[in-house]
């Protein structure tokens, strides 16, 4: 096996996703506490419902920003093998797919104002089949990992196809 | 050149038209006979309508264009909105022509060119071109290496008529004929609906024996017209390989025909059904690069002797060959592959035959609990196809088999593999266990488990060997092609 090393998310990923999680998630709650308002004040109803849809998101939303970020910081590793790139991720699921970098066909990088504050970059690595996605990497060595899989952009695939 | 299709596109396109109308018309023409209504005004109606279809043709045809210069292709076309499509020629994955009923009587073709594109339609469509004209612009499409290679040899290959007739016969295609004729019989239910009364009423004085064997000749009947039906989709079948170019074209009314380099397989498929095993035949089809339509997937032979198929592939596609698959699946992995479906089926059970029981008076109500039975079958049928699941590597090709009661081999080439993915779930991470899947151009994937992780690590092994024409410095280069 190689010896290249396998590289991680850095530790303050876990905060950059908690915190993009929370515009959506505090959306949610001001959506439910308003409905609820209204029912409880002016609809004079009694919305156990409420209670019942709030639970559900509790038991999503807790996981989610609690664990979530964690496990992804656990499980998630990249390494670029000799001509290969290869992504361990999964949560539930462990998943190792393995892409050689020729047949990468373009990599978009994006950064919100999250990431920018925590100097991270997310890169979606596409081939003609689909894409890997690695999130909330360290900006530096994103960069480092787009230089790499462009240089292989340059070289000549061995299948060359014909009409 | 700039240039416009056939001046009898104006027929084609005119006939396309009315015959698409074809069924509302006739309806209400013959209603209005039955009513006694018709008269000179119905005429002058018909008699516009055809005039305006004419017309429309006519304008189609005139803003119907295209250019073909050295490095693209470019579409012009719409009365109102109109719409023009350029492609790049060397972004070409395949050409093909298609030939419809009316096309065939006519002379005329169809020629589509897809690219790789993710659009479900191919890229440029051209309609109503001469059938020579077509054949002559497929091969100045061509690149010109290929042109002057055109001399070479050339191999053909087709399949004789009791072949295709017994693929048919097999095929299990009554069902679909069978649907076929249930659809007719609705439509033309209302207008032979007195007569259909008549012969029921005839029908009533025969005996059970008469009628028995009548309703198996309407059975006889439907089953040799889904032979016919079979016959006509891939009658006059014939795969032409000049240099590395394959030409495959089948359908006696409807005629299709696509035009591929070889290098353009993405994967050969071996499909036996259990009836077909029986007898040694197999059916082969590829996957070629195009757009998500249909043609992703073009049968290649639809009944070949088992024991034939490798002189086939020597000839017409030299890149594939059998091999025997070296990696079984992992026997700890079944329990694993069988549970929760088993889980399922039985919860779903008991909560369907507590509902029947507690609901239902009948003692019939019981019966349900026959549904019961479905979980042996199940889990032999899936021990059976889970025992059967293999993969092998050999000379650059990789071959997955998965056999339920179908058995399916997909052979691919190590370099048309994009992505190649082993997966596990975390709670059997530990069993040392996975599921492998590949992931080829065109959102095409299969995959297989459980196999062992030592099988995996050999697989991605072979994999990872160099995809360059020239491999980096200081590597070393194993690769066998």
């Known amino acids: 096996m190689s010896t290249v090393q396998w590289?991680?998310?850095?530790?303050?990923?876990?905060?950059?996703?908690?915190?993009?999680?929370?515009?959506?998630?505090?959306?949610?709650?001001?959506?439910?506490?308003?409905?609820?308002?209204?029912?409880?004040?002016?609809?004079?109803?009694?919305?156990?419902?409420?209670?019942?849809?709030?639970?559900?998101?509790?038991?999503?939303?807790?996981?989610?920003?609690?664990?979530?970020?964690?496990?992804?910081?656990?499980?998630?590793?990249?390494?670029?093998?000799?001509?290969?790139?290869?992504?361990?991720?999964?949560?539930?699921?462990?998943r190792e797919v393995t892409v050689p970098l020729v047949k990468v066909q373009l990599i978009d990088s994006q950064t919100g104002p999250i990431l920018r504050r925590y100097d991270l970059i997310t890169l979606d690595i596409r081939t003609a089949s689909g894409f890997a996605t690695l999130t909330r990497l360290d900006r530096a060595q994103g960069e480092e990992l787009r230089i790499q899989v462009e240089r292989f952009a340059k070289l000549e695939e061995r299948e060359e196809e014909s009409l | 050149m700039t240039r416009r299709v056939h001046p009898l596109f104006i027929v084609m396109s005119s006939i396309s038209i009315i015959r698409s109308l074809l069924i509302p018309f006739a309806a209400l023409i013959l209603n209005a006979i039955r009513k006694g209504e018709i008269n000179t005004y119905t005429w002058i109606g018909v008699s516009v309508g055809i005039l305006f279809v004419l017309l429309y043709g006519i304008a189609s045809w005139y803003f119907y264009t295209f250019t073909i210069d050295t490095e693209t292709i470019r579409v012009r076309k719409g009365i109102f909105q109109k719409s023009e499509r350029t492609t790049q020629r060397k972004r070409i994955e395949s050409i093909g022509i298609q030939?419809?009923?009316?096309?065939?009587?006519?002379?005329?073709?169809?020629?589509?060119?897809?690219?790789s594109s993710e659009s479900g339609s191919p890229e440029v469509e051209l309609k109503g071109i001469r059938l020579d004209f077509a054949k002559q612009l497929k091969s100045s499409i061509?690149?010109?290496?290929?042109?002057?290679?055109?001399?070479?040899?050339?191999?053909?290959?087709?399949?004789?008529?009791?072949?295709?007739?017994?693929?048919?016969?097999l095929s299990g295609r009554v069902g679909l004929a069978l649907v076929g004729i249930w659809t007719a019989y609705q439509f033309v239910d209302r207008f032979i609906d007195r007569y259909i009364n008549r012969l029921f009423q005839e029908l009533s004085h025969f005996s059970l024996l008469v009628l028995t064997t009548l309703g198996l000749l309407v059975l006889l009947i439907v089953y040799i017209g889904s032979i016919i039906v079979y016959i006509l989709k891939y009658g006059s079948y014939r795969a032409v390989l000049q240099d590395r170019r394959l030409l495959i074209g089948y359908g006696m009314l409807n005629r299709t025909e696509v035009a591929f380099h070889a290098d353009k397989i993405q994967a050969l498929v071996i499909q036996e059904s259990w009836i077909q095993r029986l007898i040694g035949r197999a059916s082969l089809s590829l996957h070629i690069i195009s757009a998500s339509g249909e043609k992703e997937r073009l049968l290649l032979h639809p009944f070949i002797r088992t024991n034939e198929v490798d002189a086939f592939l020597t000839t017409y596609l030299p890149?594939?060959?059998?091999?025997?698959?070296?990696?079984?699946?992992?026997?700890?992995?079944?329990?694993?592959?069988?549970?929760?479906?088993?889980?399922?089926?039985?919860?779903?059970?008991?909560?369907?035959?507590?509902?029947?029981?507690?609901?239902l008076d009948s003692s019939w109500r019981f019966l349900i609990l026959l549904l019961f039975l479905w979980l042996p079958v199940y889990y032999f049928a899936v021990r059976s196809g889970y025992r059967k699941t293999r993969f092998g590597t050999g000379h650059d090709l990789l071959m997955l088999r998965k056999q339920w009661v179908q058995k399916e081999t997909v052979y691919t080439p190590r370099l048309k593999i994009e992505e190649l993915t082993w997966s596990v779930s975390r709670w059997l991470e530990a069993k040392e266990i996975a599921r492998i899947e590949i992931q080829l151009r065109g959102n095409t994937a299969f995959n297989a488990l459980y196999f062992e992780r030592t099988d995996i690590d050999t697989l991605q092994r072979w994999y990872k060997q160099s995809f360059l024409s020239t491999p980096l410095a200081g590597e070393a280069e194993t690769d066998d092609e």
């Open chain 1, 7 to 94: 590289h991680a998310l850095p530790e303050r990923s876990i905060r950059a996703e908690r915190l993009g999680l929370l515009p959506l998630h505090a959306l949610i709650a001001v959506i439910l506490i308003g409905t609820t308002i209204t029912q409880v004040m002016w609809l004079d109803l009694t919305p156990w419902w409420m209670g019942v849809v709030g639970l559900l998101w509790l038991i999503y939303f807790i996981p989610r920003i609690v664990y979530i970020p964690v496990l992804r910081l656990k499980y998630m590793r990249y390494r670029i093998d000799e001509e290969f790139l290869v992504v361990r991720h999964g949560i539930f699921f462990r």
């Open chain 2, 99 to 115: 030939q419809n009923v009316i096309e065939r009587l006519l002379r005329l073709a169809t020629l589509t060119v897809e690219t």
């Open chain 2, 142 to 169: 061509k690149n010109e290496e290929q042109i002057t290679e055109e001399q070479q040899k050339e191999v053909a290959y087709t399949i004789p008529i009791r072949d295709l007739a017994l693929a048919g016969a």
């Open chain 2, 319 to 359: 890149r594939f060959r059998q091999f025997s698959p070296q990696h079984e699946v992992a026997p700890s992995g079944f329990r694993y592959r069988v549970r929760w479906p088993l889980l399922g089926y039985t919860l779903l059970f008991t909560a369907l035959s507590s509902v029947v029981i507690i609901v």
